[in-house]
């Protein structure tokens, strides 16, 4: 989402998401000022428009799926994903992944943050999945803190395959940022990971998908504690 078009929604759209949906923010002050992956859990299609509402009026991007649809609704679809910036993912197409993950990396470089789930994809459940890889990748590569942060509320409200309920009852809880500097204390590398060998990026894709999936994770409890 370009600067206009996020300037837009701030001062026209943010303030009704907040009156008819949010009900609390815990953590706003760990945002920081540079740009960054916002990595959260995905419960509903109404987290895009919590995690917009987080990340407004900076330059931003969702990786937005083009697999499920089809028809007229793919190309409203399509045409969303135009205006809003959103990096589409085929997620049934290897090369899809690499071409997205790839944007993304070249989106982060240039400065603009990045709203990813880890998950993948929405849970059927309500509890949160297994953490993918993605996030870590473009984390190495560019060295663009990861803020991980946690949703609650938006499953009761639009569930998979459910219909839409409108009450303020979301939560948003934003954990601090984990900086590749941290991450790489100790190894002497830069972002970018380029003196590493495959065995260590593996082992370093796997502890840093781990880390934010328990960030999320203890977030979510935090913020869903009666």
């Not at 989106?107 to 953490?131: C, Q």
């Amino acid at each position: 989402m370009n600067r206009a078009v996020s300037w837009f929604c701030k001062i026209f759209l943010a303030p009704i998401v907040k009156i008819l949906l949010i009900k609390e923010i815990r953590g706003q002050e760990n945002i920081p000022e540079r740009n960054f992956i916002l990595a959260t859990n995905h419960q509903s299609h109404l987290d895009e428009i919590i995690n917009g509402y987080v990340c407004v009026p900076r330059r931003f991007h969702f990786i937005g799926q083009t697999d499920q649809y089809g028809g007229l609704t793919k190309l409203a679809l399509y045409i969303i994903y135009f205006l809003g910036g959103v990096i589409r993912l085929n997620r049934k197409d290897e090369n899809s992944k690499r071409e997205a993950v790839d944007q993304a990396i070249e989106f982060a470089r240039k400065g603009d943050s990045l709203i990813i789930y880890p998950e993948g994809t929405r849970t059927r459940t309500g509890r949160l999945g297994k953490g993918k890889w993605g996030v870590a990748k473009i984390f190495l590569e560019t060295g663009t803190p990861i803020l991980p942060a946690a949703i609650s509320g938006t499953f009761k409200l639009l569930p998979p395959g459910g219909k839409l309920k409108i009450k303020r009852i979301t939560k948003i809880n934003i954990g601090k940022p984990i900086y590749l500097e941290q991450e790489m204390e100790g190894k002497n590398q830069p972002a970018g990971g380029g003196g590493l060998n495959d065995m260590e990026k593996r082992e370093f894709l796997i502890k840093t998908t781990d880390k934010v999936m328990m960030e999320i994770a203890s977030l979510k409890a935090e913020i869903e504690e009666k």
